[in-house]
């Protein structure tokens, strides 16, 4: 396969780059001192901070709703279990007041009087064995209605335990989808103060080369499901990056290895973290295609390797799901689902 050596930062940092080779070498002809920094180049980097943050915010949002889904699927299940135990309680009290009733209207005398005024003894001690049983029946019919009845205790505790955890979710995942717009919406600003000739060159650099299908080599993937898991994130080149999206009409970084790997029938966990941890880590030499590589120290981004020292991801806003070099970012660590 392909060397894996460190590579130049893509997008608009290799733009940049170039950009100051020549605006260096032109202010060496004229004996001038370029400065090591621009507004513009501040401009950029503030944006490029703020879109990382941004990202590290989507994956807790990410995270926190797929809690909440889990508590709302449990606080359902709950629901559904406690109408059940109520309905089978109610049919037995209403089983044990029959019951009851019909003895009461029997009589309910004294058994050795009803004996002596019997004129079937016979009959009589018959009628009261059957009777001693039926109340036996009863006795235990008692006895479970209420274990019935602390078992539903228990179950609405809990329940209202899991409502109380979902109210909580939800103001998590609340609070990261805030700042997850206030960071982008900062980024947004930053770039509209970019002059038009300054933000056409930020997205030419952004975009450079990835119109374009890399070589992959003759690499195959490990298994059925990783080719599969592939040709899915193949076909999502082009489609937007959205924040919080897994597919199929827009992505998040997580979101699109979700998907990719989820059209070849493996469930993988929402987050980019939990991937991260889905499969055998592998060291980046030995990279396959299909693998999941994330990047940083918090695995806050994840791409797809597809061969030949090039992934596929959902980079941020504004640039839609493309090829990278596996190199782009720091901390890259690769697992085989």
């Given amino acids: 396969m392909g060397s894996h050596r460190r590579l130049a930062p893509s997008g608009f940092d290799r733009g940049a780059g170039a950009a100051l080779c020549v605006m260096s070498a032109a202010a060496t002809a004229l004996g001038v001192v370029p400065a090591t920094a621009t507004p513009h180049d501040d401009t950029r980097a503030k944006v490029d901070r703020l879109y990382e943050e941004a990202e590290k915010a989507t994956e807790a949002y990410n995270k926190a709703d797929e809690r909440a889904d889990k508590l709302r699927k449990q606080v359902g299940d709950a629901q559904d279990r406690i109408a059940r135990q109520q309905e089978s309680i109610n049919s037995m009290r209403d089983a044990l007041g029959s019951l009851a009733g019909a003895q009461y209207r029997s009589g309910g005398i004294d058994p050795s009087l009803a004996l002596l005024l019997s004129d079937d003894p016979a009959d009589y001690l018959d009628k009261a064995a059957r009777i001693a049983r039926i109340s036996a029946h009863q006795a235990g019919e008692l006895e479970d209605l209420q274990d019935a009845m602390r078992a539903l205790a228990q179950e609405r505790a809990e329940a209202a335990g899991k409502l109380v955890e979902l109210e909580k979710s939800r103001k998590v995942v609340a609070s990261h989808k805030r700042t997850v717009e206030r960071k982008l919406a900062q980024a947004r600003r930053l770039l509209n103060s970019l002059t038009q000739a300054d933000r056409a060159a930020y997205d030419r650099a952004s975009r450079s080369g990835r119109d374009v299908m890399p070589d992959f080599g003759n690499l195959v993937a490990p298994s059925g499901r990783a080719a599969a898991a592939v040709a899915a994130a193949h076909s999502a080149l082009g489609k937007p990056y959205i924040w919080g999206a897994n597919g199929p009409s827009g992505f998040d970084c997580s979101g699109l290895i979700q998907w990719s790997y989820a059209q ?26 299909g693998d999941v590589v994330t990047y940083r120290g918090d695995a806050s981004h994840v791409g797809m390797y597809v061969g030949n020292g090039q992934v596929i991801h959902a980079p941020y806003p504004g640039a839609p799901v493309r090829y990278d070099p596996v190199g782009m970012m720091p901390g890259a660590t690769v697992t085989r689902v």
């Fill in 264 to 289: 070849a029938g493996v469930s993988l966990p929402r987050t980019s973290q939990g991937q991260r941890y889905a499969g055998q880590q592998v060291p980046l030499s030995e990279a396959q295609p």
